[in-house]
């Protein structure tokens, strides 16, 4: 009933900047939180950065001054912008959302497909 859909993955050098995009649709009712985790290889999957329906906002330390979360509630879209990328932010990159649909009276975690980021040094 309702999906997230991620873009703007892909191959950068060290130093540069990727933007990805999360587009939510069907049948929404509200969105509160949003936000975006990545796994690495043999690692587990980790919060990156996380925004309120307010706007409030939460980074992890390693990526604290780099990368900026923010969202369009008129497109029911969270972005992440990625500056000053490091090797080590080599990782799939999923968006999630705590969303409610239409007709169901709680909301529930819902998470997108991932998209590849990939930074050589």
């Known amino acids: 009933q309702v999906q997230l859909v991620e873009s703007g993955g892909g191959l950068v050098q060290a130093g540069g900047s990727l933007r990805l995009s999360c587009a939510a649709s069907g049948s929404i009712f509200s969105i509160n939180a949003m936000g975006w985790y990545r796994q690495a290889p043999g690692r587990q999957r980790e919060l990156v950065a996380g925004?309120?329906?307010?706007?409030?906002?939460n980074y992890a330390d390693s990526v604290k001054g780099r990368f900026t979360i923010s969202r369009d509630n008129t497109k029911n879209t969270v972005y992440l912008q990625m500056n000053s990328l490091k090797p080590e932010d080599t990782a799939v990159y999923y968006c999630?959302?705590?969303?409610?649909?239409?007709?169901?009276?709680?909301?529930?975690?819902?998470w997108g497909q991932g998209t590849q980021v990939t930074v050589s040094s």
């Open positions: 999630a959302a705590d969303m409610q649909v239409k007709g169901k009276g709680i909301s529930r975690g819902y």
């Open positions: 925004i309120t329906s307010g706007g409030s906002t």
